[in-house]
């Protein structure tokens, strides 16, 4: 249980619908443990309900997170703790979400030698809201097998019932298991250990991180077929619903797997998926729109750790002609937002004097207020070079992505 707890505080998080913080449940279960304690060894605890919180996805949509009590963030972490070391012996090698020492980029790696064997053509799984739609006996049943403590199955079944708060309102939870609780990720994969298990059994080459799986075949009549029994498999054998829009077979150059793709045929190489640089260009535009006031150093730092954070996630694409033109565009961008800033005409002149161009030159840029156009004059784009650029703490996508590849 002291485990559990150092790792509930390492994870911090806000309150649950009790409004205790972190702080306030220590203070709480100094006095009210054993009798916490008491209800968990007799089966009889109680778990509160959860917390509703929607939260913005890259896509324009918005995801349910649940966050549970801090007392139930601590007991269904120290659950987590002891059952996942009986069930992570058995899951697959090709399962790489939320499983201790596995990430996204062994995932990514792994698609990357499937589709240099050959297998380029990508069955594309998309399973409708998954953690919304688990089916609780089904799971329930899963547990059982290995699970003979009635007391613990019994307190696992009613977190997965308890109600969702939202407005001062809870309702009540017939399926599903919520985003956000310690518990959901480990009960999403021996859920979804059932499909890993049929794959491997056929002999599919697949990756599968959380509820995002893919199945890697040489032809699209192979895909189409895999795709029509995985479909009947996950919604006859797991009631999971798949969004058949969604789900498709196409070439790896045109998947998109963790915000990945690959390009060329002979070698493919790893790069961003389309959606993944459109995502972040909009992202971009964002932080360097003009119509704020704020000081271009505080822009620039916001920037770069926008920039930091995403190029960690993205270091294992190979596309450094991409990152070159993306950074070029971003110091476009940049400029123009200086040159809206110094809106008044006669400021304009005297900053580009400053910069070091001559006075006639200058005096050109009083006379309109295209700013993208002044932004991309050879003069503007001398005067604020690169390596201007860098001196004031705008690094780029390139510079992160060689210090990243270092490490």
Known sequence: MAAAWNRVQRNKGAAGPDARTIEDTESYLKEAWPGVKETLQSGAYQPGSVRTVYIPKGNGKHRMLGIPNVLDRLIQQAIHQVLSPHYEKDFSDSSFGFRPGRNAWQAIEQAHDYAKQGYTIVVDIDLEKFFDQVNHDLLMARLAKRIHDKRLLGVIRRYLQAGMMMGGFVSQREKGTPQGSPLSPLLSNILLDDLDKKLDARGHRFCRYADDCQIYVQSRRAGHRVKDNVTAFLETRLKL??????????????????????????????????ETIKRFKKRIRQLTRGHDREAIEVKLARLDRYIRGWTSYFRLAETRRLFADIDSWIRSRLRMYLMKQWFKPRTRVRKMIELGLPVDEAKGYCQHKRWWFLAQLHHTRFAMNNRWWHKRGFRGVRFYMERFANT
Do not use: D, Q, T
Not at 247 to 272: D, E, Q, T
């Open 241 to 274: 619903p798949v969004n058949r829009e969604k789900s498709r077979v196409v070439s790896v150059s045109r998947s998109n797997f963790l915000g990945y793709s690959f390009v060329g045929k002979a070698n493919p190489r790893i790069r961003c998926s389309n």
